[in-house]
């Protein structure tokens, strides 16, 4: 009997729950320095001075560092954005965004580094901010004059201007996808230790020790035989924390040229302006089809705001281009995006990068295009799904979805959801003038894992005693890689799974490494292991026919015991330890998985709320999620995966945004005006179990780490529309605060006038 | 200033500054590292600990304003290899996954049972409202929470 699909407890939890985890903060670092950044307080800003006399003589201070003092080229952005869009690793002439670091304060504790950062002054001379992406393509205010503009990058659209021939009824509107704080529990962190020897250790707060390593040897130079990068226990990352920032990347620079360890812990304040934000998108929907339900053409044109300084967050269109089509066939799709610097803190991955928005786009669209020809959401998704049949599908834009049952999907969320009586529920309390009324929104989603990054490394060795160590390049950060990697190496090898060692995020443990990044690493670095395993396997058995005197054909593998014995004589059998003491080179094997190509998880969610007429106060009742990553290693893992996701799509459909007011000073800095959302504002998630899986790996798996926030947000944001619909309401844009829910309420009851 | 609580059951002497928040006190000073800081606004609850029976956020205490008080950490609550009720809730319904919200979530949780012994969903949500977290959704923490209020022990701290 198989381990795999088994609900396996986390062998984690004993640590988290005891002791707590190890995070960056928590190490004993002796005689470690403490590194404070004094960051700009003006979203646009010249620079004319940098006082930091005061500061120097102020109690514990060891150095004060400007971004005259640091001798490393600025970080150039992606080499298809101008150059010039380059990233200071301390600012010296202009700020662009408040939050931006500007001095390094090097104390012994961590107090002295705040007291001795009021000290610093710093002149400004302001500038107009831009804060909106769509102004700043008109380039009123240019970030980077060297650049001449503030475009970024950009996917053009093919231009067809008989897109929407033959449509009975074409469907316009500009919608948001607002800008969101991805807000891990543990903000970035670094530690850095030169050794005598000349070795730099550095602990990072990273979804990627590898990526992190690799950062020290672009742009600080570094030699990579030299560089030790350790992702200790990590609190969260959402994406935010896949690539690197130049204030965790001056930490072994500053270690170097203070002489002494240094630590570096952002506090939430410093987090929420520092660490990247996610989404961004201003989208374009046009949607046309016939009065029967069947789409014929969309156009998505968007328009994605990068913040100051282009990241990942500047290429987040070219994922949502891949998505753009969704579930649906539709014979004619065009795409189009531009991203834009604003004066507003990088924007970086976050939970579904680029695939939330696709799928808020047209699922979105979808419903207004419903609406406007009178027939029900359900009815007009499943008149336009890819069929069953069709896979593997190539979309319009020519990516490739593996496998998929939609139809499947929906038929099994609607059932669950109790759809048809909640639909009479709505039509009384309609019909009775309720105050209190029914939403439901639907969503069916798919959505692309491990896209882009497609190599993992994997190595299993059998240690003298019998016990497995597998050393593995994905980089844990929550979703209990140790419990689910070391269930692959235990079922293929016949051991226990506390006989399997997980070794993970450590450059020097680990040969080569990707990290946790994309919904990639049971369908990547699960894979590496699981043919590492397999290698070892075959090592083994032909070890065993010598110690056994027999022909390898003749051998048989117990996969209950981990023995191998020949044919017919189970009473002679050779162990793991047997084994791994007559092999001349040990039982090892190592797998640099190559290929593969992505996965298309997909799913439909049903969103059920209540909204209070009189003071648009949106309560979420209900969540019905199917989610089909393919098979399933542990269910356990995978639903704690969906329902995280799942409060995330609800956060940012309901209650989460970075604001700012018109002059480009965020006002949602801290977790008491950002609205982090909390148990209370929550049900209990109804997740339905679907498993369809892929071909493209010999697990079957695909990815599970973002599909809950990818179909959540457009289900709960189409149920509050829902809930308004009988009052003309087509859109209510996100968050649905009760003050945005109220407007639109007050909006669509008044008379018409004029 | 001098202060001398009791944390854990072990009384402490130290001489710290007057604007030693309680939770660097407990980090960096008793050197117990379980307990947590995820925000400056007292919003997160990652660093929730017992005082003198009740569940303080120990960013929202100074030091010395623990002077003489009796503190329980997460660190207090299992003994030996044997998780507490709460803990071991916590394990069997996967109601942690990164773990850096857990130490607050737990102690959070028990103090929670100790006012409602047997609560309703409602009232572990909106009991758990101070307490952040960002990987779970709550489901599980919710699911454990009310599965420990039936386990034997679950309110009790042995230190």
Redesign the interface.
Known sequence: MSILGNRV??R????????????V??LPIEGALWVTYVRSTMAHARLLGIDVSEARQAPGVVDVITGADVDLAPLAPFPFIPQTMAWPWLATETVRFVGEPIVAIVTED??QGEDAAELVFVDYEPLPAVIDPVEALQGDVVLFPEAGTNVATGQPAAGATDLFEGCEVVVRRRIVNQRVAP????GRAAAAVWSDDGRLTMWSSSQSAHGTRDELVNRVGLDPETVRVIAP????G?GAKVANYPEDLLVPWIARRVGRPVKWVE???ESMVGLGHGRGQVQDIEIGGTRDGRVLAYRLSVVQNAGAYPRIGSALPMMTRMMVDGVYSIPRVEFASTSVVTNMTPTVAYRGAGRPEATAAIERAIDLFAAEIGMGPADVRRRNFIPKDAFPYTTSVGTVYDSGDYDRALDLVLEAADYEALRKEQEQRRERGDVVQLGIGLCVYVEITAAGTNGEWGAVEVLPDGRIKVRTGVSP????HVTSISMIAAERLGVAVDDVEVVYGDTDEVLKGVGTVASRSIQKGGVAVHRAAGEVLEQAKKVAADLLEANPDDMVFDPVGGRFHVAGTPALAKTWSDLAAAAPGGLTAAVDLEGGGPTFPFGAHVAVVEVDMETGKVWLRRLVAVDDAGRILNP??A??QV??????GVAQALFEEVRHDEDGNPVTT???DYA?I???E?P??ETIHMETPTPVNELGAKGIGES?TIGATPAVQNAVVDALAHLGVRHVPMPATPQTVWRVIIEASAPATG | MHVSPTVNGTTQAHDV?P??LLV?YL?DVVGL????????????G?CTVLLDGESVKSCTVLAVQADGAEIVT??A??RDDE?HPV?QA???N?G????????GM?MAALSLLREHPDPT?EE???G????????????????AVLAAAGMPGATGVRA
């Open positions: 407890l986390r984690e939890d004993p640590k988290f729950l005891t002791t707590g985890g190890t995070y903060d928590d961590r107090y807000c891990p529990l543990e226990d990590v609190g969260g959402f506090s939430r304040s950060h929550g979703q209990g356990m893992l639903e704690g329902h995280g996701g799942l409060a995330q801290n977790l008491a982090f909390s148990a209370a929550l209990s998630f809950g | 500054e604007r030693l660097h980090r590292t379980a307990t947590n800081v995820g925000c400056d606004t007292s919003s997160c990652a997460v660190e609550l299992a998780l803990q916590f394990r069997e996967h942690l996954q990164c773990g850096y919200c857990t130490p737990v969903e572990v949500r909106e758990l409202e101070g307490n952040l977290c960002r990987c779970t959704g709550y489901h599980n923490i919710v699911k």
